[in-house]
């Protein structure tokens, strides 16, 4: 078979292999298989089925697969549980866009529990594309038997989760300055901002705020400049920020007097002449009162402290003017610097993201639109507050749901308190090996050290319900809304009672049925909405908090919730026999099942994007649950660019889609290459030319090798032990197959998945061109240590490559008559002892080899030409025949250095048109496409007699000619430089 058609059958030759699989229960089989290692434990990370699968969730599924096969043969039992992530404001935003549905309150109108269940549904919308694409691409993962976040199962350990929070003191719900989308009409955590910051270039502006009370540094009339990049604050603008111990200047430019930091003066003013009149530090700055930007913006009420200057330790003269404009909503060190100096507290912006009706003139208008941010400016310009804006590039947040500008919006929410256990995190993460390793005091470590207080509520429907429940008078954030409950569930306005404002945590469905009595069968919004029970306190009616939570607070606590713990399975995580009566108890098979089995991960592994998702989030959960790290072992992997390195958009038209590549060039070619382009942590430009070199660089050489025993071995029968042979050659593969063992068993026992792939492919390269090359007349002969030996690395090699490549290796596997059903149900290879000695010698011999080509190219000597003799060290007698058959030499001679004899003689030369009329005659054979057992007659015209009275035995035995005879006709070619006619006939 060519070449091309080798890889044209490839993709369908594993489709048959993947219908063996599902035939013969392959799957089940491994994980019923006895497991004397016990458990590896191993995490799936939940995708979400709400759109298709791309290639880079091919790259983590694949990744995953690896290690949990390889553990699997080595004698463990793994656990492959699948998971789907089915709540959050992505599923929200899919069914907005399908019903037409721009806000909230639209949302509120059509129906909460009709819009939940349109979410309920999407999410399954590319479930079938998910699960195809997972087997197809051969992760076995058990899709019958998932875990599914929507579920009240998973629900209520998640509430526990916040019930344990709670119980140490975490839980609290704050006025902060929050990340907030007005798009999604929520809040976010500060891992999600970290999924959406984007480098961009916008407008920051220069203001001039009037002095109207001086002291005796500054007068009425001067002007204190401030500087911001956010332009949609300045009508919330309360005072002005100085550093205590900062130089400042008042300074005279064209007339007009100005305050700003000494070191900024250059920066804003440039090469304009400038009249220094004091410099005084920040402290003498403060108190002094400047004119409003936006009058009745904010009502002040009785503070005193509004509009004037405040000393911040937070200042600096980095940027700007050295005079930070505050705003006390819209950031968090002016939150603080509000709390501490009793600055008034006063939005300006609704939660749409417009400004408010008491801003005059903007009133309605979305804060970060251009033709709003222009408005700001004639406002500024009308009062003489405007003095310039400069373009300025910096990292700003995004949604990584809708693609929104966020605004950092003072706001309430439920947080849990990450900053109280950041110790204990710090501890727990200690204990986490990485690949890459710089992750883990990088990325990882920075983020960790960095940690604040994760808010954990949304303001939307599709979510886990908050488990807390508040006496509603008293609470002055949670205004309970009809509007809100859909009318199917009849509450009346009239029987809402008033209350004392206690909020009470439930943890469990079992905890709510004792309070309330009667509990819908979803626990989702709207229903749990409608449960109430009385207050404890004061005997009010507590109802739940609106808010939904974090979906990553749902994945992070799959670990537990993925097992219903802790109202069943507490063998699973806890190490000790569950407490509780339940009729699905998830059991292990009796071979490798013991306490404790399930928890933490051996193993898990995602993009890098989770380190501040997934892998933050699981690690989060486990720390608030007392249960140390939840993973042992992470591979974080790096992302797939196209092949310019431009980051996949479906703008830019450049996304791969994975059905493309596996129907053109199979599963393994592309396994293959996402496992050894780079390392695994580093960005992959992914580049369709370089699966196809990996088709003929690996699957294809070893496939031709795995053809050429067939054909000295049609009925092929496992060589199951390693044979008993004395040739050299024989010995140094079966060393070579020994050392490749070694490595890979070594690599992929610590995640190190490039460090074992590679050395697979250079031992395919050498099992081919060297060791089956330098064969072939010992196969020819019907040689039967080489034919055993061959054998016996073809099945081994199968077993090494099914964690990496696992079509392939079934098939290699079949073709060399493997005894069990699959390959997949074989043990690991046991390592065998390495001699060096062997190694030595035969990369010596090699070496020489390599050297004697180089040395014959600069000669310009064929190889089919002999020559006299090869010097070279010291080697076997075995070794140099090698080495003298590489280099078509007639002699070895030892010698310090590499040196060929290049003098020519008539024997020589004769010697070397035989070897060229035998690579002519197999031209023609192949041509003829003649199989190597037929034999042929072979015809020439022209002058052969020197060649064929000393060669006629050696060029009939190695075309496997019966005659060579003169004649007329055939094709013509060209001996070195003698030219002949040349035709073959079948006998």
């Known amino acids: ?120 549904e999407l999410v399954w919308q590319f479930k079938d594309d998910w699960e195809k694409l997972t087997e197809r691409i051969g992760f076995w993962l058990d899709l019958k038997h998932p875990y599914i976040t929507y579920e009240n199962d998973y629900i209520e350990s998640v509430w526990k989760v916040i019930a344990k929070a709670h119980a140490r003191e975490l839980l609290y719900q704050g006025h902060k300055v929050v990340p907030y989308c ?118 002040v009420g009785d503070k005193t402290v509004a509009w004037t200057v405040v000393p911040a330790e937070f200042v600096t003269a980095t940027d700007g003017t050295g005079i930070v404009h505050t705003a006390v909503m819209y950031g ?28 005059t003139g903007l009133a309605g208008k979305y804060v970060k639109a251009k033709d709003t941010q222009e408005l700001i400016y004639d406002h500024l310009k009308r009062n003489g507050a405007f003095m310039q804006t400069v373009l300025y590039e910096h990292d700003y947040p995004f949604c990584w749901r809708c693609d929104s500008p966020l605004l950092y919006y003072a706001k309430d929410s439920w947080f849990v308190a990450m900053t109280k256990v950041k110790d204990e995190l710090l501890k727990n993460a200690e204990q986490i090996s990485w690949v890459p390793a710089h992750i883990k005091e990088g990325r990882f470590g920075e983020w960790l050290s960095g940690v604040k207080d994760w808010a954990i509520s949304r303001e939307r429907y599709w979510g886990t319900p908050m488990p807390v429940w508040r006496c509603q008078t008293g609470n002055s954030n949670f205004k309970f809304k009809i509007s809100k409950i859909d009318s199917k569930l009849k509450i009346k306005k009239s029987k809402l009672p008033q209350g004392c404002g206690a909020w009470q945590v439930v ?54 919730a993925q ?34 089995a399930q928890y933490p991960a051996d193993y898990i592994c995602e993009a890098i994007d989770q380190t501040r998702g997934w892998f933050y989030t699981l690690l989060a959960v486990s720390t608030i649950m007392g249960k140390g790290p939840s993973y042992k072992n992470v591979i974080c992997l790096g992302h797939i660019n196209d092949a310019s390195g431009r980051k996949m958009s479906k703008s830019k038209g450049n996304i791969v889609n994975p059905w493309d590549v596996i129907n053109k060039f199979g599963t393994d070619p592309l396994r293959w290459y996402l496992y050894t382009i780079n390392q695994p942590g580093e960005a992959k430009n992914f580049d369709l030319k370089q699966i196809d070199e990996v088709v003929k660089k690996v699957f294809l050489i070893l496939q031709n090798v795995v053809a050429f025993y067939r054909l000295y071995v049609p009925k092929p029968k496992a060589q199951v032990v390693p044979p008993r042979t004395d040739h050299v050659l024989d010995q140094w593969i079966l060393v070579r197959l020994s050392q490749l063992n070694g490595t890979v068993t070594d690599a992929l026992s610590q995640y190190g998945v490039i460090e074992a792939a590679r050395p697979m492919s250079d031992f395919i390269t050498d099992l081919s061109t060297w060791y089956v090359r330098r064969s072939r007349d010992r196969f020819k002969a019907g040689d039967p240590e080489a034919i055993a030996t061959l054998g016996y690395v073809l099945l081994q090699t199968a077993k090494l490559l099914a964690p990496f490549t696992p079509f392939f290796a079934e098939y290699v596997y079949r073709e060399v008559g493997g005894k069990l059903a699959s390959v997949h149900l074989e043990d690991w290879p046991k390592r065998e002892s390495v001699d060096p000695v062997a190694l030595e010698a035969m990369t010596k011999a090699r070496a020489v ?27 076997g007698a075995e070794l140099q025949d090698i080495v003298k058959e590489e280099l078509n030499v007639l002699e070895y001679r030892t010698g310090a250095t590499v040196a060929l004899d290049t003098a020519m003689t008539d024997q020589l030369r004769v010697a070397g048109l035989a070897r060229e009329l035998v690579r002519c005659i197999n031209n023609l054979r192949k041509a003829a496409a ?58």
């Not at 100096?341 to 008491?358: A, I, N």
């Not at 908090?545 to 990553?552: A, H, I, K, S, T």
């Not at 180089?854 to 089919?864: D, F, P």
Request: net charge positive; glycine share 8%.
């Open 507 to 560: 943890g469990s469905v079992a905890e709510l049925k004792n309070l309330a009595k009667k509990i819908p069968k979803d626990l989702h919004r709207p229903f749990i909405d409608a449960v109430t029970f009385p207050c404890a306190t004061c005997g009010g009616t507590m109802r739940r908090v609106p808010e939904v939570m974090d979906v990553w607070l749902d994945s992070g606590s799959m670990p537990f």
């Open 849 to 875: 080899v390599t050297e004697g080509l180089a040395l014959r190219m600069s000669a310009g000597l064929k190889v089919r030409q002999p020559l006299a003799a090869v010097t070279g060290p010291a080697i």
């Open 332 to 359: 968090e060190d002016d939150y603080r610097l509000g709390e501490q100096v009793g600055l008034p507290k006063q939005h300006t912006v609704g939660l749409d993201g417009k400004f408010l009706p008491r801003v």
């Open 1 to 120: 078979m060519d070449e091309q058609k080798q890889k044209n059958s490839w993709p369908a030759e594993e489709e048959m292999i993947l219908a063996r699989w599902q035939k013969g229960k392959i799957f089940s089989k491994t994980l019923a298989r006895k497991s004397p290692k016990g458990n590896f434990v191993f995490y799936e990370g939940p995708p979400t089925a709400n759109a298709a699968p791309g290639v880079h969730h091919v790259l983590a599924r694949v990744f995953k697969d690896i290690i949990v096969r390889f553990r699997t043969m080595q004698g463990y039992h793994v656990e492959r549980k699948a998971g789907w992530d089915t709540h959050g404001l992505p599923v929200e935003l899919q069914v907005e866009k399908k019903l037409s549905l721009k806000s909230k309150p639209e949302i509120e109108t059509y129906g909460i529990a009709k819009f939940n269940a349109e979410c309920r």
């Open 930 to 987: 003649l199989t190597v057992a037929d034999r042929i007659a072979v015809i020439y015209d022209g002058a052969l007699d020197d060649v064929l009275t000393s060669h006629r035995d050696e060029v009939l035995r190695k075309t496997n000619a019966l005659t060579i005879t003169t004649g007329t006709g055939g094709e013509p070619v060209t001996l070195n430089d003698r030219a002949i006619l040349l035709r073959i006939s079948k006998v």
């Open 182 to 299: 007005p798009r999604c009409g929520t809040s976010l955590s500060s891992h999600e901002v970290a999924l959406g910051y984007r480098k961009i270039k916008e407008d920051s502006v220069y203001v001039k705020c009037r002095v109207t009370v001086g002291n005796q540094f500054v007068q009425k009339g001067d002007f204190i400049l401030t500087w911001t990049t956010t332009p949609w604050t300045l009508p919330g603008n309360v005072a002005l920020a100085v550093h205590p111990k900062l130089k400042y200047v008042r300074i005279e430019v064209g007339g007009v007097h100005y305050v700003l930091a000494e070191a900024l003066v250059p920066a804003v003013f440039g090469a304009q002449e400038h009249r220094v009149l004091a410099t005084v530090p920040g402290t003498q700055l403060v108190g002094v009162h400047y004119q409003p930007l936006f009058v009745g913006a904010v009502d």
């Open 563 to 596: 097992y219903h713990y802790p109202f069943e399975n507490e063998e699973l995580i806890d190490g000790k026999l569950s407490t509780t009566k339940s009729k699905k108890t998830y059991k292990l098979p009796p071979t490798s099942y013991k306490l404790g």
